[in-house]
């Protein structure tokens, strides 16, 4: 069931919702963190009718989420300018994911610039993931080959992404739930095979989240690794070039 089709199924609960989640977005023994995490906004969406727009979040993977699961969201604070929510999904086990949102209206400011460009990495046709190979949620998405090593860097990938379902989708949900779809980067220089597990995302938009078409363009960098543990820079580009998203990402590596 696409992300569209669950939220439209789900059953209004006090301070949120509750829908469930099927094997088709299922990383390993959870859902796909993208996931969560845009339930857990969605959450958030629904504690107040004058939010301004989403400008940052940081979310904590606590543990599995799979099947029924309820997502709450309080309003923490409204002051002039920004609002904090705290957004929770749990499922039959407890707490699954934890995700503090920033909303922020945008102001004037002296300061204006972007020293990030693009890769020059053209969109691609799309290409057909055979069922079994990956983990199951890449089903959800079209997707363009792997682009490994593109600045020279062993730990650093990059992909296009569509969302084969977006009918209706509030287009920041899209974002969050795009943003964390890239294997880590770590794993392009992993020589022994073994779980992997995401702990903390830090996610800052950047820009509305407009693109042509439906298409991302992903990359994930990681410059360290050691101690079961690595660390990742992350952004999203719309399809024309523009940089939307810049995130930071905590890996667990249990080989």
């Known amino acids: 069931m696409s992300l569209p089709k669950m939220l439209a199924a789900a059953d209004p609960c006090d301070g949120g919702f509750r829908l469930s989640i099927g094997p088709e977005w299922l990383q390993g023994r959870t859902a796909y ?15 107040a009718d004058d939010l301004p727009p989403l400008r940052s979040m940081q979310v904590s993977f606590v543990g599995p989420a799979s099947g029924p699961v309820t997502a709450t969201a309080v309003l923490e604070r409204q002051g002039r300018n920004a ?11 407890g707490v699954c994911t934890i995700a503090t949102f920033v ?5 004037d400011s002296h300061l204006d610039f972007s020293e990030r460009s693009a890769p020059d990495y053209p969109r691609p046709e799309p290409i057909e993931i055979p069922p079994g190979m990956g983990p199951t949620f890449i089903q959800n998405f079209e997707i ?6 593109p600045g020279g860097v062993a730990a650093d990938i990059i992909r296009w992404f569509r ?3 977006r009918q209706g989708l509030d ?3 899209e974002l969050v739930l795009m943003g964390d779809g890239l294997p880590p980067a770590a794993m392009a ?4 095979q073994g779980p992997i ?11 509305p989240p407009e693109t042509t078409d439906g298409w991302w363009m992903l990359r994930a960098t990681s410059d360290h690794a050691a101690h079961g543990a690595s660390s990742q820079d992350m952004s999203i580009w719309n399809a024309d070039g523009t940089l939307i998203a810049r995130g930071m990402q905590s890996i667990a590596i249990f080989v």
């Open 83 to 93: 609002a904090f929510v705290t957004a929770r999904l749990t499922g039959e086990k």
């Open 189 to 192: 220089v992993m020589t022994e």
């Open 171 to 173: 287009p920041m949900t």
């Open 163 to 165: 969302l084969k379902d």
């Open 103 to 107: 909303f922020m209206r945008d102001m």
């Open 33 to 47: 963190g993208g996931l969560t995490a845009a339930l857990c906004y969605e959450a958030a969406l629904r504690v």
């Open 144 to 149: 363009g080959p792997v682009e490994q090593t």
């Open 197 to 207: 597990s995401s702990l903390t995302w830090l996610f800052n938009i950047l820009a």
